[in-house]
């Protein structure tokens, strides 16, 4: 039972390691550092948006409208440490 609660915990920091990775591109593609049209950058944003689409669309349908600003990557990051801190108080029921 150990080796799941690892598991689940070593999922959520991949999770958050995505999160913060499409964050920072967003970032940088609005402000023109990176270019969704060369080859192995396009590859990762729209790798990256499809991984996490499935993540931020439900969180997006309860946020308000706040005029392109899109806080769905923050509201996923406090879900996530929510979630660990939780697995965490309760890790004696995974040993």
């Not at 990762?44 to 392109?68: H, K, N």
């Amino acid at each position: 039972m150990q080796s799941i609660f690892e598991i689940l915990l070593m999922l959520i920091g991949v999770a958050r390691f995505f999160i913060f990775a499409h964050f920072i591109m967003s970032w940088l593609i609005s402000f023109d550092v990176l270019n969704v049209r060369q080859p192995l950058v396009g590859q990762i944003w729209y790798t990256l948006q499809r991984i996490l689409e499935p993540l931020y669309a439900p969180i997006r349908r309860f946020m308000p409208d706040l005029g392109g600003i899109d806080l769905s990557p923050i509201v996923a990051l406090l879900g996530l440490e929510a979630i660990r801190i939780v697995l965490i108080n309760n890790a004696q029921a995974f040993f």
